[in-house]
C-alpha cells in the first residue's frame, strides 16, 4: 500500500509518496501547483 501526503500552507505545498513501511519515495516541495501535477503523478510508471 502506498501513501500520498499533502502539507499545504499559503506559500508552498509539501508533497510525499511513502511506502507502508514509511520509506518515501518521492518529496517534493512546490510554491504552487500545476494542475495537471497530480495527473502526472497518478500516470507515472517509474513509481511502481
Known sequence: MLFFGINHHAGQQTIS???QQ????LARQ????????????????SLW
Open 30 to 45: 512546490v510554491s504552487h501547483v500545476h494542475p495537471g501535477f497530480y495527473n502526472s503523478l497518478t500516470n507515472s510508471h
Open 17 to 19: 509518496l511513502r511506502e
Open 22 to 25: 514509511g520509506d518515501v519515495l
